[in-house]
């Protein structure tokens, strides 16, 4: 008969870190577990709540440490570090997306008014569809592009996501159905 064997999870004695520098013009504040950033094209806010490690914002570096060297720590610390760099492009420079309105028979018409995106005649319907556009990002409506630009990456892709999402035709065949706004630039680098 084989034993079953238990798999222990060894903690080490070292400390594992990560730092983020902070480039002129950016800066950061931690109010407990909420990180701050600021810089020229706007703030972003983010909750990074763990307990095992420690967020720390000093010399123009944001400092990730953790107590323990474990592989959970070693990959959350990872990630934490990603969100932070994602947060110093977007205020450096804004995160950007780009969708193409495409109709075929029957002429769409998208527009913006009072925080609201408004999508009339779509595949020929009476009433129009309306999405409740989220602050913080900024929608813009260009011939048959819409462009959205955010600080925050999560943000803007959501908000674009739900642009995509409103003309979605489920149970017809994508490939004769073609109606719809698809995206085509994600975050500066074009989709196939």
């Known amino acids: 008969m084989k034993k079953k064997m238990k798999k222990i999870q060894a903690k080490r004695k070292g400390k594992i ?25 706007g703030e972003v806010k983010r909750e990074l709540r763990r307990q095992s490690i420690s967020i720390t914002v000093d010399n123009h570096k944001i400092l990730f440490e953790s107590k323990s060297e474990t592989k959970r720590d070693k990959k959350i610390i990872g ?33 913006i008014s009072s925080g609201k995106l408004i999508v009339k005649n779509f595949l020929g319907e009476k009433v129009p569809r309306v999405l409740h556009l989220k602050e913080g990002a900024n929608v813009k409506v260009e011939g048959d592009l819409i462009y959205v630009t955010s600080a925050s990456k999560e943000l803007a892709g959501q908000v674009t996501a739900d642009i995509e999402k409103l003309t979605r035709r489920p149970g017809y065949d994508s490939r004769i159905f073609q109606d719809g706004c698809y995206i085509i630039i994600k975050d500066g680098r074009e989709l196939k």
Not at 88 to 95: A, D, M, S, T
């Open 17 to 41: 870190t990560k730092e983020v520098a902070l480039p002129d013009g950016v800066s950061a504040s931690v109010n407990g577990t909420r990180l701050l950033i600021k810089g020229p094209k």
């Open 79 to 111: 990630a934490l570090a990603a969100h932070a760099r994602n947060m110093v492009n977007g205020c450096l420079q804004n995160h950007n997306y780009t969708i193409k309105i495409c109709s075929g028979h029957f002429p769409m018409n998208v527009s």
